[in-house]
């Protein structure tokens, strides 16, 4: 089981600043409006895509002996005008550099992260547009 626990004392900027305690004593900051001192809530949803993608992906070409010397994730979220302001698309570019990378393997990780083991990929699809692209650099 996963467990958070958010805790606001007015020692932030913004008087938004919320401290989360996450599994295993493990701990983020989180903040909004004007003058944030920390990522707001909706940006840890986006990077929490990228991480969970990212790690799938790069666990799956380390098995396909893939070497990879940079990695990056790109993710730009559209959201609604009105409230509640939900994604409606999220698209996730993947850049990998390395020596002889094939973008075959490249394509079928991220597949793989998509469709079968990217649990966060698998809450949003359902009501957001997810689009993976990837581009593979020699170097």
């Given amino acids: 089981m996963n467990h958070v626990e958010i805790v606001h004392r007015p020692e932030g900027v913004t008087g938004r600043l919320m401290r989360a305690h996450a599994t295993k004593g493990h701990e983020f900051l989180m903040d909004s409006g004007e003058g944030m001192v920390a990522a707001s809530p909706v940006d840890t949803l986006l ?43 999220i698209t996730v570019r993947h850049v990998v550099t390395g020596r002889g990378v094939s973008e075959s393997a490249v394509r079928d990780a991220i597949r793989l992260s998509d469709e079968k083991y990217c649990t966060v990929h698998a809450m949003l699809a359902p009501t957001v547009e997810l689009v993976s692209s990837w581009e593979v650099r020699e170097g």
């Fill in 47 to 89: 990077a929490a895509l990228g991480a969970c993608s990212s790690m799938d992906v790069i666990d799956i070409l380390h098995k396909k002996r893939q070497t990879v010397t940079d990695y990056r994730v790109i993710l730009d979220g559209e959201r609604r005008a009105e409230h509640p302001r939900v994604f409606t698309k």
